[in-house]
T-cell receptor, first 113, second 113 residues
């Protein structure tokens, strides 16, 4: 069975500050890990994904995440927050066969000027 | 290229009614998945179809059904609507049911009164 836990349903940062959104996963098979972003009244947009290989993954809009197997974590970071980063962020896991995505409950990021 | 499209955008139904939601995948994509996102939660997997066959089903009652057409578009049907079916219904497509990324449409917002 697979599951995802996102620590912190709300995160607030100042513009220009570091963004850190936490995600821990549980998987009985080598996981594929994803971060999606959802803006109000919109669908999900892929930020980045980890499948195999390099554990530091770079995505769009300056975001990156590091796969740490020993910690079963896949935290999302961005060095400097921008007002346009305010949105809901979802971490998701799937098995190596693709198939369904298992999502966390999401973290709402607020960015203050 | 056009992304995943869904129709209608919004829908209001009353309890006991039936609803059909439609999804057109990205051109060339053969796999379609459906997810339900209740307000304040992460998306929950409902169905996956690949090459017109059901390849996966989430923990949803038999009131939920779906199908995929020869052109790879898909419909999600929900019978005997309950208030708890009110949610954003997301469709995602991928080129294969394997390791490929799922790309999401904007969703259909269903309100059951």
């Amino acid at each position: 069975a697979q599951s995802v836990t996102q620590l912190g349903s709300h995160v607030s940062v100042s513009e220009g500050a570091l963004v850190l959104l936490r995600c821990n996963y549980s998987s009985s098979v080598p996981p594929y890990l994803f971060w999606y972003v959802q803006y109000p009244n919109q669908g999900l947009q892929l930020l980045l994904k980890y499948t195999t290989g390099a554990t530091l993954v770079k995505g769009i809009n300056g975001f990156e995440a590091e796969f740490k197997k020993s910690e079963t974590s896949f935290h999302l970071t961005k060095p400097s927050a921008h007002m346009s980063d305010a949105a809901e962020y979802f971490c998701a896991v799937s098995g190596t066969g693709g198939d369904k995505l298992i999502f966390g409950t999401g973290t709402r990021l607020q960015v203050f000027p | 290229d056009a992304g995943v499209t869904q129709s209608p955008t919004h829908l209001i139904k009353t309890r006991g009614q039936q609803v059909t939601l439609r999804c057109s995948p990205i051109s060339g994509h053969k796999s379609v998945s459906w997810y339900q996102q209740v307000l304040g939660q992460g998306p929950q997997f409902i169905f996956q179809y690949y090459e017109k066959e059901e390849r996966g089903r989430g923990n949803f009652p038999d009131r939920f059904s779906a199908r995929q057409f020869p052109n790879y578009s898909s419909e999600l049907n929900v019978n005997a609507l309950l208030l708890g079916d009110s949610a954003l219904y997301l469709c995602a497509s991928s080129s294969d049911r394997g390791t490929d990324t799922q790309y999401f449409g904007p969703g259909t917002r269903l309100t059951v009164l």
